[in-house]
């Protein structure tokens, strides 16, 4: 298992702070710790939604609304 932010991509997590896009800075809920998120897709993902990590860009965490 890869530790830090980096071991994150591929993971879901639920959003604890509302991503309101692209470039403005949420957080999701993950491994009982709180991660900065951006949405991937740049539209805005509301809190409690749950995600799935896809990257790591510049410190923060790129998400989108899991499938499941």
């Known amino acids: 298992m890869i530790n830090g ?14 991503i309101p896009g ?10 009982g ?3 900065p ?6 539209d805005p993902i509301a809190k409690d ?3 799935l990590v896809l990257e790591v860009r510049g410190g923060h965490l790129m998400v989108t609304p899991s499938e499941a």
Not at 5 to 18: L, P, R
Not at 37 to 42: D, P, R
């Open 5 to 18: 932010i980096e071991g994150m991509v591929g993971e879901e997590a639920v959003v604890s702070v509302a």
């Open 33 to 35: 710790e709180e991660w």
């Open 37 to 42: 998120a951006l949405s991937a897709m740049g």
């Open 22 to 31: 692209k470039i403005h800075l949420g957080a999701i809920r993950a491994r």
């Open 49 to 51: 939604v749950i995600v």
